[in-house]
C-alpha cells in the first residue's frame, strides 16, 4: 500500500513538471525574445545613429573615437544577442517540435545559419577598433585613407547583416506555419510571421540590389515588429496551451 501510494506520488509530481515544463520553456523562450528585440534596437539603430555619419567618413570615425566606450558596448551587447540566440532556437525547437520534427529542425537551422553569420559579421566592428587603435602599424596609412577604410568595414557590416537576415526570413516563413498549425498558439500569430517574412525577404534583398537602400525602413520594420514583439509577449504572459501541447506531443511520439 505504502509503494503504491508513493508510486502515486511520483507520477504526479511527474505529470505536474511535465505540465510546467512546456510553460517555462515558453516564458523563457518570450524573455529572451524580448531582450534580443531591446539589444537589436540599441545594436543596430542608437549606436549607428549617435556614431555613424552618412557619407562623412571622417567625422564618423572621430566619433567611434570619442564614444569608443560605446561602440565596444555595442559590440558586447552583439555577443549577448548571439549566445541568447542559440538558447531560443533550442527552445523554439522543443516548443514546436510536436507540429512537426522535420520542419522545427530546418527552423532552428535556418536561424543558427542567421546567428553564425552575424557572428562573423562582428568581426568587421572589431576590424573598426582595431583601425582606430592607433597601433604603430597603421601609419603606413594617411588618416583619411584609415577613415574610409573604417567606412568601408562598417558598409561590410550593415550588408553582413542584411545576409543573415536572408536567413531569418526562412525561419520566420517555417515558423509561421508551425504556430498557424500547432493548436497550442494563437492563429494571428501566425499569419503575423508570414508578414514578417515578406518584410524580412524585401528588406535583405532590397539591401543587395538597391543602390543606397537603408534598412530598417518602416514599410519594412512595421509588420516585422509587430510580429517579434506580439509572439514573445504571449510567450511571457500567456505561455502555451499545455494540454494541447501535451497532445500534440504524444500524437508526433
Keep these: 500500500m505504502e509503494a503504491t501510494l508513493s508510486t502515486l506520488g511520483t507520477m504526479k509530481l511527474a505529470n505536474r513538471t511535465a505540465a510546467r515544463s512546456p510553460l517555462a520553456m515558453a516564458r523563457f523562450a518570450g524573455v529572451l525574445y524580448l531582450l534580443i528585440a531591446v539589444l537589436s534596437g540599441f545594436v543596430h539603430f542608437y549606436v549607428p545613429g549617435k556614431l555613424i555619419v552618412s557619407g562623412d567618413a571622417t567625422t564618423t570615425a572621430t566619433n567611434i573615437m570619442a564614444s569608443a566606450w560605446l561602440f565596444r558596448v555595442s559590440i558586447a551587447a552583439e555577443l549577448v544577442i548571439l549566445l541568447s ?21 530546418a527552423a532552428a537551422v535556418s536561424r543558427l545559419a542567421m546567428t553564425t553569420i552575424h557572428a562573423i559579421n562582428v568581426l568587421n566592428n572589431v576590424i573598426v577598433l582595431l583601425l582606430l587603435s592607433g597601433a604603430g602599424y597603421l601609419t603606413v596609412f594617411a588618416p583619411n585613407q584609415l577613415h574610409a577604410l573604417v567606412t568601408l568595414f562598417l558598409d561590410a557590416k550593415r550588408y553582413g547583416f542584411s545576409i543573415g537576415v536572408a536567413f531569418l526570413a526562412l525561419h520566420a516563413a517555417i515558423l509561421s506555419y508551425l504556430i498557424f498549425t500547432s493548436g497550442y498558439f494563437p492563429k494571428v500569430l ?3 510571421f508570414m508578414i514578417a517574412t515578406f518584410g524580412y525577404l ?18 519594412f520594420a512595421l509588420p516585422i515588429t509587430l510580429a517579434e514583439i506580439a509572439f514573445p509577449l504571449w510567450l511571457v504572459f500567456k505561455g502555451v496551451n499545455v494540454t494541447r501541447w501535451e497532445q500534440r506531443a504524444l500524437e508526433s511520439a
Design 85 to 105: 540566440e542559440i538558447v531560443l532556437l533550442v527552445l523554439l525547437y522543443a516548443l514546436l517540435k510536436p507540429v512537426s520534427k522535420t520542419l522545427s529542425l
Design 190 to 192: 501566425g499569419v503575423l
Design 202 to 219: 524585401l528588406d535583405s534583398f532590397a539591401h543587395v540590389l538597391v543602390a543606397n537602400h537603408t534598412t530598417g525602413a518602416v514599410y
